[in-house]
């Protein structure tokens, strides 16, 4: 292993290799990092770093040798403390003794450095580090942790030393749970196929949140934004990955072959670092992930020939950083869902909105929920658009397909609907075809159910948002446009004196 350290070493670039050798030095301990992908991530110049993929790349000890070298006050954190707990054997390891660590507060003092491990397993644990400063933070298997949780805890990288630098690190593996799909759209430029301006790995990228949003711009700054006093600096975001082959402590052990055993689904996801891996379904999931993938897989960007367009589903946000959304469809095929920011409450401008996008005289369902979108609605119903209000509280009389099980409430029936509509093994399978679109997929594989006295009931949409970090905006107006949108044309076309025709097979589909 020396050797082929050695050897890597020598290959390096002059500064990268003096600047190994001088960090190692100065910890005067065992820990350097390994030539390659983590010595990059070492050296990397983000704000924000996510180093991952594979398993077995050294992700954690780049984490370790960062608090070791680096930094002064690093807080270190895996989603479940016991799991956290895990890392100091790792970091004893390295400085070949426990001097310094407090096992009760679990933190690690070495003359003027400190290092906090600890878990962050409920949402609202993420209070527990409200206004204390680290100027590095880094999130140990990132995938596992909320956004939520992630965007709160950032709040506080930060120094009081102009000298120190300051920088958050996640190390993990894809995504395998809904739940962390979350970096996909954070990182998007890097793990998104669909980004319309990918970047390379390592390159750095510049965001800053403008209306309550996360926006890329061009450099550091200053930024100057509407409705902010002052200008603003912008932080910078990358991506490195990282694989088993780059590290020596593990490539030449059998862990390669651990990996191998696994599931196809895990294969993918920690032995190749596939971001695009199926995700494993969590407890209860109201649609099934294999279900999305495949209706995402169906679609093409051609709109189907001789279809007219069926319905479109309205979802009116309230505000803040939720989105206004449009989501029309053409049998069972859908285009990419219209979204715009939702501080326009003019409902007036949100109906002339949809009468934009609207075509073939298709009813219109309308989100009433919390009240947003009455007034659109009635803006459309004075100017003669066929419109259907839906209001997910309401109850209903409906079963289950198969005529076994209720429903607690209109959202209820809507969703499980969808979740029919995408069943493979119905009669002549699926024609449901979804825009290959991660956010949306994160969001329909969010939704989780339970059966009560009054039927199927699902999780609250505020829970939803707390897991994923945003309201599930597009899903609910997918949602609505099938399962609420069959009974608008229905009802639509008996007004007309025509008999009710709701394409949902592949006939008339390319």
């Known amino acids: 292993m020396l050797d082929d350290l050695l050897a890597r070493l020598k290959v390096m670039p002059e500064a990268d290799r003096k600047a190994v050798l001088g960090a190692a030095k100065a910890l005067d301990t065992a820990w350097c990092p390994n030539p390659g992908p983590q010595t990059e991530a070492f050296f990397c110049e983000a704000d924000e770093l996510f180093y991952g993929g594979q398993a077995g790349g050294g992700k954690t000890d780049l984490g370790v040798g960062l608090a070791l070298t680096n930094h002064k006050r690093t807080l270190i954190l895996r989603r479940i403390n016991k799991d956290a707990v895990k890392i100091v054997p790792r970091i004893e390891e390295v400085l070949g003794h426990r001097n310094g660590y407090n096992g009760q507060l679990q933190r690690w003092r070495m003359g003027d450095r400190q290092i ?119 932080r910078s975001r990358t991506f490195l990955p990282a694989s088993l082959a780059d590290n020596p402590d593990l490539s030449r052990t059998n862990y390669a072959s651990v990996l191998a055993s696994l599931p196809e689904e895990l294969r993918r996801a920690y032995r190749d670092g596939d971001f695009s891996v199926g995700l494993r379904d969590g407890d209860f999931q109201v649609i099934p992930t294999a279900w999305i993938d495949a209706a995402m897989r169906r679609w093409t960007p051609q709109q189907p020939e001789n279809v007219a367009m069926t319905a479109i589903g309205l979802d009116v946000a309230p505000g803040g950083i939720d989105n206004n959304v449009i989501a029309p469809r053409f049998g069972g095929w859908y285009p990419h869902p219209i979204v715009w920011k939702g501080e326009d409450k003019d409902g007036s401008a949100i109906a002339g909105k949809v009468v934009q996008h609207r075509r073939d005289n298709c009813p219109v369902v309308v989100d009433l929920g919390g009240g947003w979108g009455g007034n659109a609605l009635v803006r459309m119903k004075e100017n003669g ?38 069943d493979p093994d119905q009669e002549g399978g699926s024609s449901v075809a979804l825009p290959p679109d991660p956010e949306l997929k994160a969001e329909l594989a969010a939704s989780t159910w339970s059966l009560t006295r009054q039927g199927i009931l699902l999780e609250p949409k505020s829970d939803i948002k707390k897991r994923i970090g945003h309201s599930p905006d597009k899903a609910d107006a997918v949602v609505m446009c099938l399962s609420e949108g069959n009974a608008a044309v229905r009802r639509h076309m008996n007004s007309l004196g025509r008999a009710p025709q709701v394409i949902t097979n592949r006939k008339g589909r390319r």
């Open 385 to 422: 658009v066929a419109v259907r209000p839906f209001n997910g509280v309401e109850m209903t009389s409906a079963k289950t397909r198969d005529g076994k099980l209720r429903f607690a409430n209109k959202r209820a029936e809507g969703y499980w609907r969808f979740r029919e509509a995408l």
């Open 116 to 234: 906090d491990i600890a878990g962050c397993e409920q949402e609202s644990d993420k209070q527990r580090f409200k206004g204390d400063p680290h100027d590095l933070i880094v999130f140990d298997e990132g995938t596992d942790f909320l956004e939520s949780q992630y965007r709160f805890i950032i709040g506080w990288n930060r120094s009081t030393d102009p000298q120190q630098r300051c920088r958050v690190v996640v190390t993990s593996n894809p995504p395998t749970t809904a739940d962390g799909l979350w970096v996909i759209r954070y990182w998007a430029p890097w793990l998104d196929p669909t980004h319309q301006n990918p970047a390379k790995p390592g390159e750095l990228r510049w965001f800053t949140t403008i209306n309550g949003e996360d926006m890329e711009v061009d450099g550091p700054g200053p930024h100057v934004i509407e409705g902010e006093p002052d200008p603003v600096m912008a």
